[in-house]
């Protein structure tokens, strides 16, 4: 079973983060989340009502700390992605993410077998191989970043996703999803602060496809947070941990098929040794 929840988050993610970032070409990053997170609180909080169980001050303690950190994370995301390839920010971001998460399942006493160490080492050269060249339809130029700042844009998410799956795991394990719907607050709150800093809100004449698309990345941000919960419940947190970290791979391929972002020969083998590993670490 938690091989088919990590799958979904996986899909889930990389999916939401190919519609966000979307968006983000159109419309403005505080714009865009702003429009995602109050409709991913709206669905958390009426899955969260209709699901067993009550709330608990710990869960929803830490589902909050969760969303302040993943919050943060989707503002320098959703940056990356609006400003650089998709194919660099996303496997940068995804492939570091695992790092804390997985280091604490280790500390915490799993010991997976050969297959998944062998297969976590893949994914360690596969983030060199993956970021080590950038799409060349969409290169350095005005306003978008070169090949190193996509790569910090996407360690610095990447290491905040990282916490935000620690602390929600934390969280998830009050058994309801009231603690999901709390990290859809705060990460609504990281974001409304942004907007009062910046004094920067919904600009005008910003509204259809983009707002739609941003919306729809809420929503389906939200159902990926429960496969993820209910993934770190039903088996290893660090595998669980691992098979989602496969969804900047969604990315890239709607970024390819959809944008037409090409990919070098270096990013596809980065791509495939990760793929690799994922297939040692479920075997």
């Known amino acids: 079973m938690v091989i088919l929840l990590g799958l979904a988050a996986a899909v889930l993610y990389g999916s939401g983060d190919f519609l966000g970032g979307l968006a983000t070409r159109r419309a403005h990053v505080l714009a865009v989340l702003m429009v995602a997170d109050t409709a991913a609180v709206i669905v958390a909080l009426a899955a969260a009502a209709m699901s067993p169980g ?105 290491a905040l996703f990282g916490l935000f799956f620690l602390l929600i795991r934390n969280a998830g394990q009050s058994g309801a999803l009231w603690p999901v719907a709390a990290g859809r607050v705060g990460e609504l709150a990281v974001v409304l602060i942004a907007v009062a800093v910046l004094r920067r809100g919904l600009p005008r004449g910003t509204g259809g496809r983009p707002l739609l698309a941003a919306a729809g990345a809420g929503l389906i941000d939200v159902i990926a947070n429960i496969c993820y919960v209910t993934a770190t419940r039903t088996g290893m947190f660090g595998l669980a941990v691992v098979l989602t970290s496969l969804y900047p791979g969604v990315t890239v391929l709607l970024a390819r098929m959809v944008l037409g972002e090409r990919l070098r020969w270096v990013q596809r083998a980065g791509l495939g040794l990760a793929a690799i590993g994922i297939l040692l670490v479920t075997a």
Do not use: H, K, N
């Open 54 to 158: 009550p709330a608990r001050l710990a869960g929803l303690a830490w589902g909050i700390s969760a969303g302040l950190s993943g919050g943060l994370g989707l503002i320098i995301f959703y940056t990356g992605l609006a400003t650089g390839p998709m194919s660099v920010v996303a496997p940068v971001s995804g492939l570091v993410s695992t790092v804390l998460p997985v280091a604490v399942a280790l500390a915490e006493g799993e010991r997976p077998g050969a297959g998944v160490y062998a297969g976590a080492l893949l994914c360690l050269v596969a983030i060199v191989l993956a970021s080590s060249a950038s799409d060349t339809s969409a290169g350095p130029g005005p306003g978008r970043p070169g090949r190193g700042r996509a790569i910090a844009y996407g360690i610095a998410s990447g």
